[in-house]
C-alpha cells in the first residue's frame, strides 16, 4: 500500500465527500448531523471555507479512489475569533486504520499554520469516535473541555469533547528595521 496523495479538493470530488460524510450521518453518532448532506451544501462549505482562507483538502489512493477529506469552518461569526477554526476530517470505512488520517491531518494543519491560523479545534462526540480523539491526541490537540448530554442521536445522549491545538506560527527571519526617534 503506498502512501495517499493529498491534494487540495476539486469540484469533481464532492460527490464522494458527500458520501463518505453521509455514510457517518445515517451509521454514526460521530456528527450529530440527522439529516444527509447534498452536493449543493458542500459546494456552499468549501466556497465559505476558502474566503476564510480554511484547507479543504482530499486523500485518494493511486487509483483515484478518495480515501477522507480534511477541512474546517470558522469558530465564531465574531471578528476577534478570526484566527480560530473548528476542524473535521471523515474517512472512508475502507480506509480507516491505515495511517490516512494521520497524513491527512498533518497536511491540514500544516495548510492552516501557512493560512496564519492560530487555533485549531476539533469538537468530537464522546462516545463511538475513540478512533477521532486518538487521531487529534496524536497530533498534539489537547483537552479543552467537555458537555455533557447535549446531543441526541437514534436515542442516545451524547456529550462533546472539546480538543484544542494551538499553530505554531513560523518565526520571522529579518530583524525588524530600527527606526530613529528624534
Keep these: 500500500m503506498s502512501a495517499p496523495r493529498i491534494r487540495p479538493v476539486a469540484d469533481a ?30 459546494r456552499e462549505k468549501r466556497e465559505r471555507g476558502a474566503l476564510a482562507g480554511i484547507p479543504f483538502l482530499v486523500a485518494e489512493s493511486d487509483a483515484g479512489e478518495l480515501l477522507g477529506y480534511a477541512t474546517g469552518h470558522p469558530w465564531s461569526p465574531k471578528s476577534a475569533y ?6 473535521s476530517i471523515y474517512l472512508a470505512p475502507t480506509a480507516a486504520g491505515r495511517g490516512i488520517g494521520s497524513a491527512l491531518l498533518a497536511a491540514f494543519l500544516n495548510g492552516c499554520r501557512q493560512a496564519g491560523l ?61 527606526v530613529a526617534v528624534g
Excluded: C, M
Design 82 to 87: 478570526r484566527f480560530t477554526i473548528e476542524n
Design 118 to 178: 492560530r487555533q485549531v479545534i476539533a469538537v468530537i462526540a464522546d462516545s463511538g469516535a475513540e478512533a477521532s480523539i486518538g487521531l487529534h491526541r496524536k497530533a498534539g490537540f489537547v483537552e479543552a473541555g467537555r458537555l455533557v448530554d447535549v446531543g441526541e442521536k437514534f436515542g442516545e445522549s451524547i456529550g462533546v469533547l472539546f480538543l484544542q491545538k494551538t499553530i505554531p506560527q513560523p518565526l520571522l527571519t529579518e530583524s525588524p528595521t530600527a
Design 13 to 42: 470530488d464532492i460527490p464522494a465527500i458527500r458520501d463518505i460524510y453521509n455514510h457517518y450521518v445515517r451509521e454514526s453518532t460521530v456528527t450529530f448531523d440527522e439529516v444527509e448532506s447534498t452536493d449543493a451544501s458542500w
